[in-house]
């Protein structure tokens, strides 16, 4: 069964940085892409990143682009959303969803997904 752990939110000033984690430990394959959304209150679930292993492939969008980076960590199946230069905008729920084999990971659709992580709490102070 194909489980996710997400961590890693939390409070932060604008401007500062936090690193979310996702892990999926009950999968052992490298074939597999793993996206990360965000839900505002008052506002739609949004795909902001995601990242497939086979190929290598990630993408962002334009309101993250510069400033976040996902990348897949040293213990097997969990990648990090790095978020830096954090504004009072990118204050959200934050889930990762996971998916194999890989999607193209040519944008951020739910729908390419079936396994998501609960989500993890991220409030940018301004």
């Known amino acids: 069964d194909v489980q996710l752990q997400a961590s890693g939110g939390g409070l932060v000033q604008a401007g500062g940085s936090l690193r979310l984690s996702c892990a999926v430990p009950?999968?052992?394959?490298?074939?597999?892409?793993i996206g990360w959304f965000r839900q505002a209150p008052g506002k739609e679930r949004e795909g902001i990143s995601c990242f497939s292993n086979k190929p290598r492939t990630t993408y962002y969008v334009d309101s993250v682009k510069g400033r976040f980076t996902i990348s897949s960590g040293s213990a097997k199946n969990t990648v990090y959303l790095q978020m830096n230069s954090l504004k009072a905008e990118d204050t959200a729920v934050y889930y990762c969803a996971f998916e194999y084999p890989s999607t193209l990971c040519l944008e951020v659709e739910a729908q390419e997904y079936d396994y998501w992580g609960q989500g993890t709490q991220v409030t940018v102070s301004s």
């Open positions: 009950g999968f052992t394959g490298d074939d597999y892409s």
